[in-house]
């Protein structure tokens, strides 16, 4: 079992700038892939970010070039760097871990991110 944990959230002008982390424990060896979702109000869940183990990241294109995904393998957390935030940025934010071993995908609890005009 993996268990996730975010911090990082909360309330921020536009423009401004917050970091995610989502530190992992339990099973971590059998981590692989990880990522961040958020989901805004009235809103479908977007992917917004991933990362493998060998640090390759992919990001949606709403967010390319703002944020920016990494991974800390030492400490087990991974974190999203989030510049010049907006309004539209408002959501709840996921991170996720999927294990290969157990073929599993864990989920933390989610954190909110608001941003305020």
């Known amino acids: 079992q993996v268990q996730l944990v975010e911090s990082g959230g909360g309330l921020v002008q536009a423009g401004g700038s917050l970091r995610l982390s989502c530190a992992a424990s339990g099973t971590i060896f059998s981590i692989n892939a990880m990522g961040w979702y958020r989901q805004a109000p009235g809103k479908q869940r977007e992917l917004v970010a991933t990362?493998?183990?060998?640090?390759?990241?992919n990001y949606a294109d709403s967010v390319k070039g703002p944020f920016t995904i990494s991974r800390d393998n030492a400490k087990n957390t991974m974190y999203l760097q989030m510049n010049s935030l907006k309004p539209e940025d408002t959501a709840v934010y996921s991170c996720?871990?999927?294990?290969?071993?157990?073929?599993?995908?864990?989920w933390g609890k989610g954190i909110l991110v608001t941003v305020s005009s």
């Open positions: 996720y871990a999927d294990s290969a071993s157990y073929g599993m995908r864990y």
């Open positions: 990362i493998t183990s060998d640090g390759s990241t």
